[in-house]
């Protein structure tokens, strides 16, 4: 699961002296939520919609719409980003990524590489990953779990024979670890399940 495969690649980007109502719009037309900043084509920073709230002034202001439209019109980008921004490099594992992301609290990672910025990785490009490993969109397979015990060896292997004797194709694998035994969970194609079901109970496999 490499980062490269899962990241947002079409990557919209401000200049570090642009001012922050140039950002807002950007993110207001595009339906996104942060947006990296360079200065010389390098990454300099990330703003997003919260910096921007955060740097304003509050709803109990006395300030007036005019006063505090001017103020924004006058508030530089530099002046709110995050400056301590968290990468990762685009040959890394999505995974990586995920554990930045929980550890620092935080809903987006910039993929670079040799200090040049290639895309991001938002909480929503996991959530993407997550129904894509899943199998989600595939509607007309069928579903299959399996236990199997933890020091199983050449489980897949069988269970494949079993899938292709009964001309079922796999689509979609996961193996989800407990603490004592593994779940494989298939999603496959093919005519006779009920036919498939049994021969994998008769070879020993217990079906969820």
């Known amino acids: 699961m490499a980062v ?25 037309s595009n ?40 103020l924004i019109s006058k508030a530089m980008i530099s002046d709110v980003m995050e400056k301590d921004v968290a990468t990762i490099s685009s040959d890394a594992q999505l995974e990586d990524a995920v554990k930045i992301m ?22 929503n490009d996991v959530f993407d990953a997550f129904l894509q490993i899943a199998g989600y969109d595939l509607k007309n397979s069928s579903f299959i779990r399996v236990k199997v015990a933890e020091d199983a060896k050449g489980v897949i292997a069988k269970i494949g024979e079993i899938l292709a004797n009964n001309g079922f194709t796999i689509l979609n694998l996961v193996v989800i670890r407990h603490s004592v035994d593994r779940v494989i969970e298939l999603h496959v194609e093919g005519k006779d399940l009920l036919k498939l079901n049994k021969d994998l109970t008769e070879a020993g496999f217990d079906l969820e």
Do not use: C, F, W
């Not at 990557?11 to 950007?26: F, G, K, Q």
């Not at 200065?39 to 007036?64: F, M, N, Q, V, W």
């Open 102 to 123: 929980l550890d620092r609290n935080i809903n987006v990672v910039v993929v670079e590489d040799n200090n040049e910025v290639k895309g991001i990785v938002t909480k």
């Open 31 to 70: 339906h996104i939520n942060q947006i990296p900043v360079l200065k010389d084509g390098k990454l300099a920073g990330l703003i997003t919609r919260e910096d921007i709230a955060a740097a304003l002034p509050s709803s109990s202001t006395s300030l007036s719409v005019y006063e505090i439209n001017y």
């Open 4 to 28: 490269i495969d899962y990241m947002t690649k079409d990557l919209i980007t401000v200049s570090l002296d642009e001012h922050i109502n140039e950002a807002l719009d950007m993110m207001k």
